[in-house]
């Protein structure tokens, strides 16, 4: 079936440094890929959509400018955490959507912890 | 907007029993899907099963089953023969047939108890 890498699983890292979340699918195109974050014991909240060599079009309240997404193929979309703060600290899942067949491939997630 | 609501936060239900969790949605749309996912410790996002709202006949996979009601505009989700590995948080979620965004209601988590 499909499959969507996202690394790395889990990081830890100071206060003011940036950090890189990649999602790569596996076996299939991924036209569009989506990014939540998820609070613990909570529902996943959608942070931005990214379709292939367009700009990434982001929910409000998402800062731009902090959340820098990049979708340069069909296979890669990758989330920069820019400056990261404590409060940025939790769970990270990318979700792709097949080309192919319509439907969702979700990654394992990121733990982002910012100390 | 459209919402998708999770009224029980947790449910818990003994080894081999029946439990069925609730999902109601709120839309204008009437084309659309929905979609129940598993959420299990380990934080993977599993699709359960989809549902297409033009199609009457409710959809099923194996042990899991749902209730389409479109008038009524609720979607639970049937568990037979429950399993320790279906302890997990259930998500419920709604897409219109014409967007990509998926809307998440705010999860149940079941407890499987021996």
């Known amino acids: 079936g499909a499959v969507v890498s996202q690394h790395p699983s889990r990081v830890i890292c100071k206060s003011g440094t940036s950090v890189k979340i990649e999602c790569r699918s596996l076996?299939?195109?991924?036209?569009?890929m989506f990014w939540y974050r998820q609070f613990p014991k909570q529902s996943l909240m959608l942070m931005a959509t990214?379709?292939?060599?367009?700009?990434?079009?982001?929910e409000q309240g998402v800062e731009k400018d902090k959340f820098l997404i990049n979708h340069a193929s069909l296979t890669l979309s990758t989330l920069t955490v820019a400056s990261a703060h404590p409060e940025d600290s939790s769970f990270y899942i990318c979700?792709?959507?097949?080309?192919?067949?319509?439907?969702?491939?979700f990654g394992s997630g990121t733990r982002l912890t910012v100390v | 907007a459209q919402t998708v609501t999770q009224s029980q936060p947790e449910m818990s239900v003994q080894e081999a029993e029946t439990v069925t969790l609730s999902c109601t949605y709120d839309t204008s749309e009437s084309d659309y899907y929905l979609f129940w996912y598993k959420q299990p410790p380990s934080r993977q996002m599993i699709l359960v099963i989809r549902?297409?709202?033009?199609?009457?006949q409710n959809a099923t996979e194996n042990r899991f089953s749902v209730n389409f009601q479109k008038a009524a505009k609720s979607f639970s989700l049937k568990i037979s023969d429950s399993q320790l590995g279906d302890a997990a948080m259930y998500f419920c979620a709604y897409r219109p047939r014409t967007a990509s965004k998926l809307t998440f209601g705010t999860g149940t988590r079941l407890q499987v108890t021996l």
């Open positions: 549902q297409e709202a033009y199609k009457q």
């Open positions: 979700s792709a959507r097949d080309r192919g067949y319509d439907g969702y491939t």
């Open positions: 076996d299939f195109q991924a036209t569009t």
């Open positions: 990214s379709n292939e060599g367009s700009k990434a079009t982001y």
